[in-house]
């Protein structure tokens, strides 16, 4: 069965880093994306940035130049490297694979729609 699993959240100091991992399996694409997305309770479904199966990289303004998206693909996991974190950050960070993943806002993260699939959600939380 497909399956998507993150790791890696927790807390930090404004200004810090934490990386979050995101692990696939089961599942036959041959072409796709890992995306992250994050949200806040009672906000919605923010797009964080995205990987395809190429390699090619996207994020949104907000994180641009300061997180970085990668693969390792002989383990089918994506990491997000997030650097100089701000207490606006702290939300709920997700992923998910799809054969195309939007790169705009949600109306809420997690699973439940006619395509893809989503993990549980990995807490992160920045300090100020």
């Known amino acids: 069965a497909m399956r998507v699993v993150e790791s890696g959240g927790g807390s930090a100091q404004a200004g810090g880093s934490l990386r979050l991992s995101c692990t696939a399996s089961?599942?036959?694409?041959?072409?796709?994306?890992i995306g992250w997305y994050r949200q806040v309770p009672g906000n919605e479904c923010e797009w964080v940035s995205s990987i395809s199966s190429g390699g090619d990289t996207y994020y949104s303004d907000s994180v641009k130049g300061r997180f970085t998206v990668s693969q390792d693909g002989g383990k089918n996991t994506v990491y997000l490297q997030m650097n100089s974190l701000n207490s606006e950050e702290t939300a709920v960070y997700y992923c998910a694979i799809d054969y195309s993943l939007p790169r705009s806002p949600l109306r809420y993260c997690g699973g439940g729609r006619k395509s893809g699939y989503w993990g549980q959600g990995t807490q992160v939380t920045v300090s100020s």
């Open positions: 089961g599942f036959t694409y041959d072409s796709f994306d």
